[in-house]
Each structure stands twice: as structure tokens, then as C-alpha cells.
T-cell receptor, first 111, second 112 residues
Framework: QQQVKQSPQSLIVQKGGISIINCAYENTAFDYFPWYQQFPGKGPALLIA?????SEKKEGRFTISFNKSAKQFSLHIMDSQPGDSATYFCAASRSAGKSTFGDGTTLTVKP | DAGVIQSPRHEVTEMGQEVTLRCKPISGHDYLFWYRQTMMRGLELLIYFNNNVPIDDSGMPEDRFSAKMPNASFSTLKIQPSEPRDSAVYFC??????????FGSGTRLTVV
């Protein structure tokens, strides 16, 4: 059973634009929601994460928006740059133990 | 800290051979995870350990796969015998409870 659904599968954005990736989860016991960024040939790297007691978290150009009632969260990349081109994974986990990952979104930022 | 260290980076082996992948987690992390990544199936959790004890191995494909964590600083994933369908990138990751993962650079396994 897919517990974290991620969309879109791929995304093309012009340089300077806003990239938005969405995730929805089912298990209300999840209490930690990270996003990972993966470049070709590399392992995923933790980008930003949020806990359900806040609705938004911002780090530089990256923002997570969290909607607990809808069981959805999203990643916004402001002023997208070609260097942001990568695969992005959302995930959800309980306080301890394994994370459940989304299927990934391949982002291409065109110059 | 040097991060999560995996070896080898690349492994090419013949079908039927034994393959051993190695991982050194970040010191102080009490969780260790083994993932497999393919285009078709994405990131698949194979097994994870907490304080060196296997907690969930339900993702291990079959008896050909085994994993050990003899101490807090070392883990292995073994495939015996290997098959072409095992070709993938295998990642090790470690974490402290309640926090995000730090992934290694992965081992790209090709079974011919």
C-alpha cells in the first residue's frame, strides 16, 4: 500500500520560476516530513524537514508547506536555478524507525 | 565526520557469484538502513537496524539476501548467489531517532 503519494512525476520550470512538488500521506501517526534532493550518481541528501506542529518552514529558497487536516505537504522552490535540477523525494516517518518515501519528482530548470 | 561510507562504489560480478556490500554509518547514529534504487521500483527499503539489531527485514527480496550489523560502526549486505535482476544502486543510510537520514554515495551493482 502506497502510503506517500508524490506528484508530479516530472516538472520543467524556467529559471527564476517557482517549482512546486506535492505529497499526500495516509498514516496520521507520521510526525516527521523530510524532503531529499538527489543528483545523478549521488545518494539522496536531506534538504529540509518539518514536523506537524508548524504549517510552514522556510530555509533560503526552499519552503515546506504543511496541511495537517488534508494530510498533505509540499515543497516550494523559489527563484529556481539550473543547479536545482535534480530528483526530489518527499518522505514521512514516525518519531523512530523507517521513513516511507514518495516515488520522486525529476525537476528540470531551464536557463 | 566523513558521512556514511559505502564500499565498493562500483561492483561488476558474474551471475551466481557472492557479492558483499559494506557500510560505515555516522558515529552516534542508532539507525541503519539499506535501500535499493532502480528506475522501475524507485527507492526500496530492504532492511533496517536499531542499535545493531535487525528490526524489519520484510523488504529483503528473498533468501539470497542477508544483512548483518556486528557492531555500531559496520554493516554488510550480502547477495548469494547474485542474479542479473539484482543489478541496482544500493544505498546505506543512517540516522538518529526522529531525524532525517544521511545517505552514503551508494554501490552500483551490475550482475552480468
Amino acid at each position: 500500500q502506497q502510503q506517500v503519494k508524490q506528484s508530479p512525476q516530472s516538472l520543467i520550470v524556467q529559471k527564476g520560476g517557482i517549482s512546486i512538488i506535492n505529497c499526500a500521506y495516509e498514516n496520521t501517526a507520521f510526525d516527521y516530513f523530510p524532503w531529499y534532493q538527489q543528483f545523478p550518481g549521488k545518494g539522496p541528501a536531506l534538504l529540509i524537514a518539518i514536523r506537524p506542529d508548524v504549517s510552514e518552514k522556510k530555509e533560503g529558497r526552499f519552503t515546506i508547506s504543511f496541511n495537517k487536516s488534508a494530510k498533505q505537504f509540499s515543497l516550494h522552490i523559489m527563484d529556481s536555478q539550473p543547479g536545482d535540477s535534480a530528483t526530489y523525494f518527499c518522505a514521512a516517518s514516525r518519531s523512530a524507525g523507517k521513513s516511507t518515501f514518495g516515488d520522486g519528482t525529476t525537476l528540470t530548470v531551464k536557463p | 565526520d566523513a558521512g556514511v561510507i559505502q564500499s565498493p562504489r562500483h561492483e561488476v560480478t558474474e551471475m551466481g557469484q557472492e557479492v558483499t556490500l559494506r557500510c560505515k554509518p555516522i558515529s552516534g547514529h542508532d539507525y541503519l538502513f539499506w535501500y535499493r534504487q532502480t528506475m522501475m521500483r524507485g527507492l526500496e527499503l530492504l532492511i533496517y537496524f536499531n542499535n545493531n539489531v535487525p528490526i524489519d527485514d520484510s523488504g529483503m527480496p528473498e533468501d539470497r539476501f542477508s544483512a548483518k550489523m556486528p557492531n555500531a560502526s559496520f554493516s554488510t549486505l550480502k547477495i548469494q548467489p547474485s542474479e542479473p535482476r539484482d543489478s541496482a544502486v544500493y544505498f546505506c543510510a543512517s540516522s538518529s531517532a526522529g531525524w532525517g537520514y544521511t545517505f552514503g554515495s551508494g554501490t552500483r551493482l551490475t550482475v552480468v
